[in-house]
C-alpha cells in the first residue's frame, strides 16, 4: 500500500524567505506525484506534478520540486516566498498503473508574515 | 474552477438525518471521487467512481454510500448523519486518458451534524 509523509505540519515565514516543505512516499512501483494547494477558503488546485521525464518539475507561481527515486522524496521549493503563498500544500502519489488512486499526506499550513 | 461544481456549499443538519451532498463536472472526466477534510488529517478517501457502472469504498467508506447517475454526476449520501461525519467535503475528477492523472476539485461543501 502506498502512503505520503508531509514533516512539517505548521510553517511560519516572513517575505522573501525560502521554502523548502517534505515530502516522503512508499510506493513499490512507478510513481506519480503531486503538489496541490488549497489558500483559504479555497478547493485544491495544482502545483505541479511529476510522472516522467526531468525529475526538477517546474510549477505554477515560482514553485518547484525534485523527485529523488533513491530517498523517496518529493520536496517542494520555493526561493523568495510572498504573503500570497498563505495557504496548506498537500502532496500526493499515486502509481502510473490505469488503476491507480492517489493518496493524499497530512498537509503542510504555510504562513507568511508580511 | 465552475467545470467541478457541489451543492450545497454548506449545510447543517441534526443527527440521524439523512442527507445527499452532489456533484456535477463539465469536463467530460470518466474518474469521479469523494473525498473528507478534516483538520490534521489531510484529505480522506471516502468513494471513488471510474465509470458510471464502477463504484469503489475507499479508506473511511462506513457511514457512507454514493450514487454515479451518469458520467457527469456522482452524489455522495449520509444515510444517519452523526456529529463526527462534520467535516469538509470534496469531489474531484480526473481523466483516464490524460498522462499524470492529475485531479480537479469542486469547491467544496461544509457540513456540520448537531
Known amino acids: 500500500a502506498q502512503s505520503v509523509s508531509q514533516h512539517n505540519h505548521h510553517v511560519i515565514l516572513s517575505e522573501a524567505a525560502s521554502l523548502e516543505l517534505g515530502c516522503n512516499y512508499s510506493y513499490g512501483g512507478t510513481v506519480n506525484l503531486f503538489w496541490y494547494v488549497q489558500y483559504p477558503g479555497q478547493h485544491l488546485q495544482l502545483l505541479l506534478k511529476?510522472?516522467?521525464?526531468?525529475?526538477l518539475v517546474k510549477g505554477i507561481k515560482g514553485f518547484e520540486a525534485e523527485f529523488i527515486k533513491s530517498k523517496f522524496s518529493f520536496n517542494l521549493r520555493k526561493p523568495s516566498v510572498q504573503w500570497s503563498d498563505t495557504a496548506e500544500y498537500f502532496c500526493?502519489?499515486?502509481?502510473?498503473?490505469?488503476?491507480?488512486?492517489?493518496?493524499f499526506g497530512r498537509g503542510t499550513s504555510l504562513i507568511v508574515h508580511p | 474552477d465552475a467545470d467541478v461544481t457541489q451543492t450545497p456549499r454548506n449545510r447543517i443538519t441534526k443527527t440521524g438525518k439523512r442527507i445527499m451532498l452532489e456533484c456535477s463536472q463539465t469536463?467530460?472526466?470518466?474518474?469521479m471521487y469523494w473525498y473528507r477534510q478534516d483538520p490534521g488529517l489531510g484529505l480522506r478517501l471516502i468513494y471513488y467512481?471510474?465509470?458510471?457502472?464502477?463504484?469503489n469504498k475507499g479508506e473511511i467508506s462506513d457511514g457512507y454510500s454514493v450514487s454515479r447517475q451518469a458520467q457527469a454526476k456522482f452524489s455522495l449520501s449520509l444515510e444517519s448523519a452523526i456529529p463526527n461525519q462534520t467535516a469538509l467535503y470534496f469531489c474531484?475528477?480526473?481523466?483516464?486518458?490524460?498522462?499524470?492523472?492529475?485531479?480537479?476539485f469542486g469547491p467544496g461543501t461544509r457540513l456540520t451534524v448537531l
Open positions: 467512481s471510474f465509470d458510471v457502472k464502477d463504484i
Open positions: 469536463k467530460g472526466h470518466d474518474r
Open positions: 511529476y510522472f516522467s521525464g526531468d525529475p
Open positions: 500526493a502519489v499515486g502509481g502510473s498503473g490505469g488503476s491507480y488512486i492517489p493518496t
Open positions: 474531484a475528477t480526473s481523466d483516464s486518458g490524460l498522462a499524470g492523472n492529475e485531479q480537479f
